[in-house]
């Protein structure tokens, strides 16, 4: 397991979600915050904590693929062809439902979200609880989700009854979501499993939808955010010094840039030039600079390659961008 987290951590984390209770524990892509996902007042409680709209289905972890036919009714061949793929991993399935799944975690839909993570924390608690768990991000609703430990500290103290400490995640950004349950794929949110990625394992192109509902449901009208609190603008790196240049001299300024031979500003970080790499630091660089008391965040825009998608996607969000 992880050097941080010690086996009786594990027990009293499964004890305290066997008695309905909420414990964060660390994914390979961002912290979730975990319920029981067969407790109504458990998953009622993650509502609760995260501010977090009733409607907005959530992902139930599990331990193994093999766990699949408890929650789903019907596991493709297309879609266990991709869980052999990626699984354990950062990807989500949404898959049709089994009746005994909650309305409470589905959002009401007929269809269930579901995910088996990478981090040894996770699969080693999953495995404890043998069951499934509910864990969305770790953040209050429409803020950014948290890498570390500290982070979730921050953004839901007292509100849960454990943090288990598995380090930094090393994906960084949440998973990919691809919606099996209809007559042809669907990703719904873009992870650092790519849209190519997918098709090369399907096989066959993969379309692309929106966040938050399965692909026979209309688009969605709640717009998402991953935002910090300062503003933030994304610009091209033309761009960049133009509007540096009209900003008050007064401003206080962050810039996040790939190019090393931009403009200074008070608080000027070099980001990754690799796309993994970017991923895996960029929530806790925003989270950072969001407590500086700053007018502005500045980011460069990354390139406009596949590699890069999930994060082009997160950088627009944070910018307040519908993508
Ligand atoms: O990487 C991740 O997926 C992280 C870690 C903790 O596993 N979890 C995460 O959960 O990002 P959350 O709740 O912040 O985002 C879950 C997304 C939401 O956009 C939700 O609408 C979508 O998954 N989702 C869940 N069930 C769904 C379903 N049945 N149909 C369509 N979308 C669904
Ligand atoms: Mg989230």
Same mark, same amino acid.
């Given at each position: 397991m992880s050097n941080m987290v010690t086996k009786a951590e594990i027990t009293q984390a499964v004890a305290v979600l066997r008695a309905g209770g909420l414990v964060a524990f660390p994914t390979e892509t961002v912290y979730g915050l975990g319920a029981d996902a067969t407790n109504e007042a458990a998953v009622g409680r993650?509502?609760?904590?995260?501010?977090?709209? &009733? !409607? !907005?289905?959530?992902?139930? !972890?599990?331990?193994?693929?093999?766990?699949?036919?408890?929650?789903?009714? !019907?596991?493709p061949a297309a879609a266990q062809a991709l869980a052999g793929a990626f699984w354990p991993g950062p990807l989500t399935l949404?898959?049709?439902?089994?009746?005994h799944v909650l309305d409470c975690v589905t959002g009401g839909q007929d269809t269930v979200g579901l995910r088996v993570p990478q981090h040894p924390v996770a699969l080693a608690l999953l495995q404890a609880f043998g069951g499934g768990l509910v864990a969305p991000s770790a953040n209050q609703f429409t803020h950014l989700s948290p890498t570390t430990a500290q982070a979730v500290q921050q953004e839901l103290g007292e509100q849960v009854d454990g943090i288990l400490d598995g380090g930094a995640?090393?994906?960084?950004?949440?998973?990919?979501?691809?919606? *099996?349950?209809?007559?042809?794929?669907v990703m719904l949110r873009p992870g650092m499993i790519s849209l190519q990625a997918l098709e090369q394992?399907?096989? *066959?192109?993969? &379309?692309?939808?929106h966040e938050g509902l399965?692909?026979? &449901? =209309?688009?969605? *009208?709640h717009p998402l955010h991953y935002a910090p609190r300062t503003k933030v603008v994304l610009l091209s790196t033309a761009d960049m010094p133009v509007y540096l240049q009209s900003l008050p001299v007064s401003a206080r300024v962050a810039t996040l840039c790939l190019t090393t031979s931009l403009l200074t500003s008070a608080y000027r970080v070099t980001m990754p030039s690799q796309a993994e790499a970017y991923a895996r630091v960029l929530y806790d660089t925003l989270r950072q600079l969001d407590q500086q008391?700053?007018?502005?965040?500045?980011?460069?825009?990354?390139?406009?390659?596949?590699?890069?998608? =999930?994060?082009?996607?997160?950088?627009?969000?944070?910018?307040?961008e519908r993508t």
């Open positions: 993650v509502f609760a904590a995260k501010g977090r709209p &009733r !409607h !907005h289905p959530l992902i139930v !972890h599990l331990a193994s693929a093999a766990d699949i036919p408890q929650w789903a009714t !019907h596991f949404i898959l049709k439902k089994q009746a995640c090393t994906v960084g950004i949440e998973s990919t979501i691809v919606d *099996m349950s209809g007559a042809f794929p394992v399907l096989g *066959m192109p993969v &379309r692309e939808g399965s692909a026979v &449901r =209309a688009p969605g *009208m008391g700053l007018d502005v965040i500045i980011i460069e825009q990354v390139p406009n390659t596949p590699d890069w998608a =999930a994060i082009r996607d997160r950088l627009l969000k944070a910018s307040g």
